[in-house]
């Protein structure tokens, strides 16, 4: 069964710093990996998407690497601003699992002003 | 990408009735996903939901408890029934993703039940 970890599970950082999160999967037979922000009590915005046979996908300040083989991915964020401060999702789809995504518990971030 | 409109976006309800919330997309889509989160945790599939056929139901989720509509391929209906305070989180309607599909997320219903 499919599982999903994601390291730092709250991290606090000075606006301008770079920063990196992780995200770890067992299984390496996916479909893609996806990379989502939540604000307090909403709902779910996609950042980033990255297929199995990618390696990386860059947006803006955003870069997300996937090393399918190792079962990781990264998200860099580069000169985080107060406004990055959220929740970060990783959730890969799953071939075992159809269409279906398996999340991990997320990142909470805060970037002080 | 596909813009999805859920509604409400928060509701304060009495144990022992129902909530209905619908899920509205801007394109045509096969597959509409309903999930849960509970409070401080990650999100948990309840069940899918594809047009013209019943919802297929994760395990630990029933559809007496959790009945779902799929009249068409633009909209969907997820009921909490008979709800207790255990109920309360937040329910999140999703669209495809899966197999080199990107997901897309409504914007949440944050249901608390006193």
């Known amino acids: 069964k499919q599982e999903v970890t994601q390291i730092p599970a709250a991290l606090s950082v000075p606006e301008g710093e770079n920063l990196v999160l992780n995200c770890s999967f067992t299984?390496?037979?996916?479909?893609?990996l996806q990379w989502f922000r939540q604000d307090p009590g909403k709902g779910l915005t996609s950042l980033l998407l990255?297929?199995?046979?990618?390696r990386e996908q860059t947006s803006g300040r955003l870069n997300a690497s996937l090393d399918k083989s190792s079962g990781r991915s990264t998200l860099y964020i580069a000169a985080s601003q107060p406004g990055d401060s959220a929740t970060y999702l990783c959730?890969?789809?799953?071939?075992?699992?159809?269409?279906?995504?398996?999340f991990g518990a997320g990142t909470i971030l805060r970037v002080k002003s | 990408s596909a813009v999805i409109s859920q509604k409400p976006s928060r509701d304060i309800c009495q144990r022992g009735t129902s909530l209905t919330i619908q899920c509205q997309v801007d394109s045509q889509v096969t597959m509409m996903f309903w999930y849960r989160q509970q409070p401080g945790q990650s999100l948990t599939l309840i069940a899918t939901a594809n047009q013209g056929s019943e919802a297929t139901y994760e395990s630990g989720f029933v559809i007496d408890k959790f009945p779902i509509s799929r009249p068409n391929l633009t909209f969907s209906t997820l009921t909490v029934s008979n709800m207790s305070p255990e109920d309360s989180s937040i329910y999140l309607c999703s669209v495809e993703g899966g197999r080199g599909i990107e997901a897309f997320f409504g914007q949440g219903t944050r249901l608390t039940v006193v």
């Open positions: 959730a890969v789809s799953d071939m075992e699992y159809g269409n279906k995504l398996v």
């Open positions: 299984d390496s037979a996916i479909y893609n």
């Open positions: 990255i297929q199995s046979s990618q």
